[in-house]
């Protein structure tokens, strides 16, 4: 009987072209971050200040994907350089399109940059079964959207080396709590670090964005 192998050339070459982003990025000492998190949970506006503080220090730019819009790299112009990965409707990010991000933004960014932030398709089920070619998997969870989410969500806690518990300013309006959404990711993945953060009044940003100068450290500076 014959046999047909299915998927394994396309799933071959994706991983060849994440492996391959991957170590071209760490050559030239840039760090890439890929964000994932349900939409609206405050991506961009952690990119934003992520920028305000890191700017000063480091050169920073951002592709960002969306179904539709420029608008999140509307957003983010004012604080680095950032194009638009628009996906027509797809609900993830894959790497031929973040190269062509990466082209475009060669247009604006003459040097190499030291952080590549990626902010992905706001959705936490399909970008967390597509590498790009990070060095860093983020996944943001807002204290809106309930401390229940990573039990129900695991692929994008289990795959991702950062947590970050977004929108604590509004912790005393609801019922959410931080203690009981860490135990359920580190139940899924028991190294993940959590960083609890405010974008809008700036708490646990510093120690955010410290724990992004030391991974970059850690991954891309001694190759
Ligand atoms: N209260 C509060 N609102 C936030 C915070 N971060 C983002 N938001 C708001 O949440 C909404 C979605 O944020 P956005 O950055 O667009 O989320 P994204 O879709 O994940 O990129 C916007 O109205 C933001 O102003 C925060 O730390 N605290
Ligand atoms: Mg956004």
Redesign the pocket.
Known sequence: MSRIELNTPILGEAADQAAGLRHRMARQGTLVVNLL?S????????LVATAQRLAAEFRLAALVGDIATDR?AERLRPWMPAEQLTTGGACHLEVPLVESGLARLSGTVTDTVDFLFI?NV?NLVCPASFDLGEHLRVV?LAVTEGDDKPQKYPKAFRTAAACVI??I??LPHVPFSPAAAIADAQAIQSSLEFFQ????SGSGIDDWCEFLIQTRRARVEAT
């Open positions: 998190s939409p609206g949970a405050g991506k961009t506006a952690l999140d902010e706001g943001l977004s929108k300013d509004l953060v405010s974008a809008l």
